[in-house]
């Protein structure tokens, strides 16, 4: 049973135009929800994260929405810039479990022209 | 200040040997975490370990241990290795009562 979803595999975006991200979820457990980026035979590179509390956090080019009724979640990057061309790993945790285990998406590998 | 350390970066083993990996969390960080990825399942979470004790386990065989230091450095185990076990490991560090967890660069391990 696959508890985050990540739907689209690839992405492919123009240098400077918006790259959104998409993420679902089925735990309705789930308190806290993180974006992750990574590169081949590197770990991944925490982007941001949100809490479920919120509806919207930003951290300069990224956004991250979350729609806590429709158990979904996105990245917008604004510009994209050749150097966003990475995997992107959404993950959720139950904060209140304090087991600390996050449940991945499979990725989105996003490809910015320039 | 430095981040999540692991070591070594790369190792090849044969099936039915067995390999420890450490990792080495960012200073002030107790929790660590480890995970494994594959091609086919992703990440999964394998353990996670605070004060030297395991909190959480996730559906791995017994082959598969750890451990914590007072120093909050940690160690997997792997005996018996098998031909799936080849993969990326990586380890994560985070201040409990945050939740956001900072990962190493992984150990890229290869059994044949």
């Known amino acids: 049973d696959q508890q985050v979803k990540q739907n689209s595999p690839s992405l492919s975006v123009q240098e400077g135009r918006i790259s959104i991200l998409n993420c679902d979820y089925t735990n309705s457990m789930f308190d806290y929800f993180l974006w992750y980026k990574k590169y081949p035979a590197e770990g991944p590179t925490f982007l941001i994260s949100?809490?479920?509390?919120?509806d919207k956090n930003e951290d300069g080019r990224f956004t991250v929405f979350l729609n806590k009724s429709a158990k979904h979640l996105s990245l917008h990057i604004v510009p994209s810039q050749p150097g966003d061309s990475a995997v992107y790993f959404c993950a959720a945790s139950d904060v209140s479990s304090n087991t600390g285990k996050l449940i991945f998406g499979q990725g989105t590998t996003l490809q910015v022209k320039p | 200040k430095a981040g999540v350390t692991q070591t070594p970066r790369y190792l090849i083993k044969t099936r039915g040997q067995q390999v420890t990996l450490s990792c080495s969390p960012i200073?002030?960080?107790?929790?660590v975490s480890w995970y494994q990825q594959t091609p086919g399942q992703g990440l999964q979470f394998l353990f996670e370990?605070?004060?030297?004790?395991?909190?959480n386990k996730g559906n791995f065989p017994g082959r598969f241990s750890g451990r914590q230091f007072s120093n909050s450095r940690s160690e997997m185990n792997v005996s018996t290795l098998e031909l799936g076990d080849s993969a990326l490991y990586l380890c994560?560090?985070?201040?409990?009562?945050?939740?956001?967890?900072?990962f190493g660069p992984g150990t890229r391990l290869t059994v044949l």
């Open positions: 200073s002030g960080h107790r929790s």
């Open positions: 370990y605070f004060s030297e004790t395991q909190r």
């Open positions: 949100i809490s479920s509390i919120k």
């Open positions: 994560a560090s985070s201040i409990p009562t945050a939740d956001t967890q900072y």
